[in-house]
């Protein structure tokens, strides 16, 4: 698949890398794609313009700052339906969240890009985690959400193929859990430093939707 990822920094490029050797075909979409400090990414990834990206994209990931979200889906232009999935969380001044309980960054997004497809994902956990999924025998849980079944399908399969235990969480509006769970993994990293991972116990037949298939 070819995805496109708009930012290159710590979760961008985890995840393409990640991905890239996943087998996929990446592309970083970057306001300045000749910046020398990207040039080490030309070892896995072509570097391009963000409405490029776009254009050259079966699937697109946005990981930019909150406060550049906008920006970047506005140099984006047309995403003519493809998958979306987001990265961010609508975190402003004093680590907070600036969105939440009737909205979330995911679903403003969403007004942002009306043409596509979003996915809230890859948001509740540390880089470290997205280079690194595996603890032991035991995996990191990823949740992804959004309105449209073969765009969450494309975002967990994804999540899985990093070695993530990737769960279906429902439509785009459970974005309100999926970002203040962040805001819990960030809070525990100051309490325990960011080696560790949120997981998921269960008993036989705790099973969702799409792992039932
Ligand atoms: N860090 C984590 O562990 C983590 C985990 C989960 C979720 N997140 C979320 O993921 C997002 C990215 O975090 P990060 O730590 O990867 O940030 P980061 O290291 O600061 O990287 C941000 C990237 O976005 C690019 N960017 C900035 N403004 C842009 C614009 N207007 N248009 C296009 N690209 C722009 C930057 O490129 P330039 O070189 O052009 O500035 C840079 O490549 C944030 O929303 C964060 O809350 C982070």
Redesign the pocket.
């Known amino acids: 698949m070819r995805i496109t990822i708009?930012?290159?920094?710590?979760?961008?490029a985890t995840l393409g890398h990640g991905l890239a050797r996943a087998g996929h075909t990446i592309a970083y979409?970057?306001?300045?794609p000749s910046?020398p400090?990207?040039a080490p990414l030309r070892s896995h990834a072509l570097l391009t313009t963000?409405r490029e990206g776009v254009v050259q994209a079966d699937t697109v990931l946005l990981?930019?700052?909150?406060g550049?979200?906008e920006?970047?889906l506005a140099?984006a232009g047309d995403f003519a339906g493809r998958p979306l999935l987001d990265?961010?969380?609508p975190?402003g001044p004093g680590l907070q969240l600036t969105l939440g309980h009737s909205d979330s960054g995911a679903e403003q997004i969403a007004r942002w890009a009306e043409s596509a497809r979003v996915v809230k994902i890859?948001?509740?956990?540390?880089?470290?985690n997205?280079a690194a999924p595996a603890y032991g025998g035991a995996k990191s849980l990823m949740l992804a959400c959004g309105d449209d079944d073969d765009a969450r399908a494309i975002a967990l399969d994804l999540a899985r193929e990093l070695g993530f235990e990737a769960l279906d969480f429902g439509e785009l509006r459970q974005a309100r859990l999926l970002e203040p769970l962040?805001m819990v993994w960030i809070r525990l990293s100051i309490v325990l430093g960011r080696d560790f991972a949120l997981g998921l116990l269960r008993r036989d037949g705790a099973t969702s939707r799409d792992e039932r298939g």
């Not at 890859?122 to 470290?128: M, V």
């Open positions: 708009i930012g290159a920094g710590n979760v961008g979409a970057l306001r300045d910046d400090k990207y963000i990981a930019t700052p909150w550049a979200a920006d970047a140099a990265a961010t969380n975190i890859f948001n509740t956990t540390g880089r470290e997205m962040a």
